[in-house]
């Protein structure tokens, strides 16, 4: 509501009708005003590893170097600067978290999955949960009607099965960009959360007819590829965003509240970036009054808080 941005009223629920929502036909179901994460905290803390690939004949939109080629030309450069997440990238992130003792959201392209599933394996047996990313980041559930939107979600869904072990239960879209039925879609896969969405600070259900699903809305402040690459700041200002968030969050924020530390394993993965990585993480642990864990545990909380809604 206008002039109130940080209340909600739980009484109500909104049925979001708007072509254009992402969540075309489902009802919001907000958490209560006194929700915390768990163990009573008020602040949550989620690390977000993005380990990500293009098609074959597809490369980055954003890489280092400023000039763009000539149409029609492979920028390989750019797919070289991608590759680094699977040689070496998400290597340093997952050893940094084992160092840390963090247990991280890793949204996974369907084609690391095929390719490399040793290395999905790997994050999964460390602890980390392992989330759906699409099959490429160029497969965008907006560019697909909903037959093809199913299919690549059921075929991710598969890819990273077989490689993890265990099914995944979240997906990002790549630009966490959905459609307008992939929220619907994703419930009735069986999906138990999705972070395509950046319209909240918290949690919420929303529910399809017999189907539900919790939007964990992302944040970008404290995200590699927006402040790093777009922004052209340096790593150190990764760090100072997110000192920033909890000095402000225990000062002035009266409820719950949560931020997310994104990076990509072909950005930040490399040690200039994993510098900051590891320093948010040590921050992090040192706060007693920080709730640290994955967008599983984050739904699975949420479910538990709202079973009754």
């Not at 909104?14 to 179901?29: D, F, R």
């Not at 000039?67 to 991608?82: I, V």
Request: aromatic share 10%.
């Amino acid at each position: 509501m206008p002039g109130t941005p940080y209340t909600v009223n739980i009484d109500k629920v909104s049925t979001m009708n708007a072509p254009l929502s992402v969540h075309t036909g489902g009802t919001e179901v907000p958490v209560p005003a006194n929700f915390l994460w768990p163990g009573g905290k008020r602040i949550g803390v989620i690390f977000r590893i993005a380990f990500e690939a293009w098609s074959d004949d597809q490369w980055p939109g954003i890489s280092p170097m400023g000039n763009p080629l000539k149409p029609g030309f492979p920028d390989l450069n750019a797919r070289g600067w991608a590759e680094y997440a699977y040689r070496r990238g998400i290597f340093r992130l997952l050893d940094g978290c084992a160092h840390h003792r963090v247990k991280a959201t890793v949204v996974v392209c369907g084609i690391l999955a095929e390719r490399f599933p040793h290395i999905v394996k790997q994050i999964a047996d460390a602890g980390h949960e392992v989330a759906a990313h699409s099959y490429t980041m160029d497969r965008m559930s907006v560019y697909m009607n909903e037959d093809e939107e199913r299919r690549n979600i059921r075929h991710v869904a598969d890819l990273i099965e077989r490689a993890a072990g265990k099914r995944p239960v979240g997906w990002i879209n790549p630009r966490g960009t959905p459609g307008p039925n992939t929220a619907r879609i994703l419930a009735e896969e069986g999906f138990q959360w999705h972070g395509d969405t950046l319209n909240d600070d918290l949690p919420y259900i929303v529910k399809f007819g017999a189907h539900s699903i919790v939007a964990i809305p992302s944040s970008m402040d404290v995200n590699d590829l927006p402040l790093y690459m777009k922004h052209g700041q340096p790593p150190s200002v990764y760090v100072e965003n997110f000192e920033t968030f909890l000095k402000y969050a225990r000062k002035r924020e009266k409820g719950a509240c949560k931020i997310d530390q994104g990076v990509h394993a072909h950005v930040f993965g490399r040690p200039a970036g994993m510098w900051a990585f590891d320093r948010v993480m040590k921050i992090a642990k040192k706060s007693k009054d920080v709730w640290i864990g994955t967008r599983a545990e984050a739904a699975a909380h949420v479910r538990k808080i709202l079973k009754n809604k």
